[in-house]
């Protein structure tokens, strides 16, 4: 798989070097491609953005410069469909279920907006494109002052769930969000006593059984 990502801070990627998404992008289960938008703006500032119609504070990301990035990277991407993940705080929330399905992309490109956001033609455009499935897609209800803190928590949650990323598979089974509403249970490890407050006893029973049937009435109830 292979996840990009268009933004005028490529350094706000290095974190994708480390932990497992780092061994996972050495291995070669995703390939990571971060592009430079600046790259594809003209003029000596080589400029992104300007002043916003109708007036206001702040400044908008100029639509030809994206288009121009947009279409270079679709140029030289062999997948037939790709999935432009545009980060907004008024698209819709990213849920589990989203990263379940972007991690069975072939391609992702995350367009990282800064100041006022993107001009609302790039996503007008793309969505008349077949080539491309936009979603425009917000990490929360808040405010980042860019989408690259927004894409690699994206990134994260999907490359997590790449086979083979996460050494043992069967902990993606049992966790929070793996179904609408779910919730894991409460973990615990050693001291079995911390400052007073003690494991349940069911847990150091040695009875899986009864361990299963704790752990099931403890998911989802207690927050
Ligand atoms: N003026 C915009 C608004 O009020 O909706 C906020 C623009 S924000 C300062 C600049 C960029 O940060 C956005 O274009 C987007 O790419 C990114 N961003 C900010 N908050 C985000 C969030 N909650 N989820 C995803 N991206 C976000």
Redesign the pocket.
Same mark, same amino acid.
């Given at each position: 798989m292979k996840i990009s990502a268009l933004t005028i801070f490529p350094e706000y990627f290095s974190p994708l070097e480390l932990s497992l998404i780092g061994k996972a992008s050495k291995s070669g289960l995703v390939n990571f491609e971060i592009l430079d938008l600046r790259e594809f703006a003209s003029g000596v500032h080589r400029s992104v953005d300007d002043t916003p119609y109708g007036g206001g504070a702040?400044m908008v990301?100029r639509p030809d410069v994206w288009g121009e990035a947009i279409d270079n990277f679709a140029t030289n991407e062999s997948a037939t469909v790709i999935d432009l993940v545009? @980060?907004?705080?008024?698209?819709r929330r =990213?849920t589990q279920r989203d990263a379940q399905e972007l991690s069975e992309s072939e391609a992702i490109l995350f $367009?990282? *907006?800064?100041?006022?956001?993107?001009d609302a033609r790039v996503e007008a455009h793309y969505r008349k494109d077949e080539r491309f499935r936009v979603h425009a @897609?917000? @990490?929360?209800? =808040?405010? @980042?002052?860019? *989408?690259e803190v $927004?894409a690699l928590a994206m990134i994260e949650a999907i490359t997590r769930l790449i086979p083979g990323v996460i050494g043992n598979p069967s902990s993606l089974l049992e966790e929070s969000h793996v179904s609408e509403g779910f919730l894991e249970y409460p973990v615990y490890t050693k001291p079995p006593i911390w400052r007073d407050l003690e494991v349940p006893d069911v847990l150091l029973s040695g009875n899986h059984a009864a361990i299963a049937k704790w752990r099931g009435e403890k998911s989802a109830q207690d927050r």
């Open positions: 702040g990301m545009i @980060l907004t705080p008024s698209g =990213f $367009a990282c *907006g800064r100041y006022e956001g993107i @897609l917000s @990490l929360g209800d =808040f405010v @980042l002052n860019g *989408g $927004a």
